[in-house]
């Protein structure tokens, strides 16, 4: 009995793998992931600007990823994982004359700054990420504490 349900799972895992393979919706996924700035902004810009829990979710290491997808809203996953909620934001990360990126050999932490408006109340912010390299891919791993 627990054999047949190993397979049955296998075959569900098998079947879904290759269905979602070929869809060909990259609507739904970040691509590029060399750089864990880009990335950093990619996640963000599809949580607050697209309103894209799956597209943020996808460029996650798996805890953070089930973590936020466990909230499956993106004002949800803005409010209770980041602490921040906004209509419209604007993120840039922190390129001052202070070290911003600290990269080792296979992990980061980036600083992001945010200013955007909230029910017409403009609202600054500041987080920190610490992300992770797996087969030449940056992924959000982290929510740091505040810096500040």
Same mark, same amino acid.
Request: aromatic share 8%.
């Given at each position: 009995m627990r054999y047949f349900k190993v397979l049955i799972?296998?075959?569900?895992?098998?079947?879904?793998?290759?269905?979602?393979? +070929? *869809?060909?919706?990259?609507?739904?996924? =970040?691509?590029?992931?060399?750089? #864990?700035?880009? /990335?950093?902004?990619?996640?963000?810009?599809?949580?607050?600007?697209?309103?894209?829990?799956?597209?943020?979710?996808?460029? +996650? *290491?798996?805890?953070?990823?089930?973590? =936020?997808?466990?909230?499956?809203? #993106?004002?949800? /996953?803005?409010r209770h994982l980041f602490n921040m909620s906004y209509d419209r934001v604007e993120m840039k990360p922190d390129s001052g004359g202070v070290q911003v990126r600290q990269q080792f050999k296979g992990s980061a932490n980036i600083t992001i700054y945010f200013d955007g408006y909230f029910q017409d109340n403009r609202i600054k912010d500041v987080k920190r990420l610490a992300f992770i390299q797996v087969d030449g891919k940056w992924f959000m791993d982290k929510i740091l504490k505040d810096p500040f």
């Open positions: 799972s296998l075959l569900f895992l098998c079947s879904f793998t290759l269905l979602t393979a +070929c *869809s060909g919706d990259d609507s739904q996924t =970040i691509t590029k992931v060399d750089d #864990p700035e880009i /990335v950093a902004m990619a996640f963000f810009d599809a949580l607050y600007n697209e309103k894209n829990v799956k597209k943020a979710a996808s460029v +996650c *290491s798996p805890k953070l990823a089930r973590l =936020i997808m466990h909230y499956r809203s #993106p004002s949800a /996953v803005g």
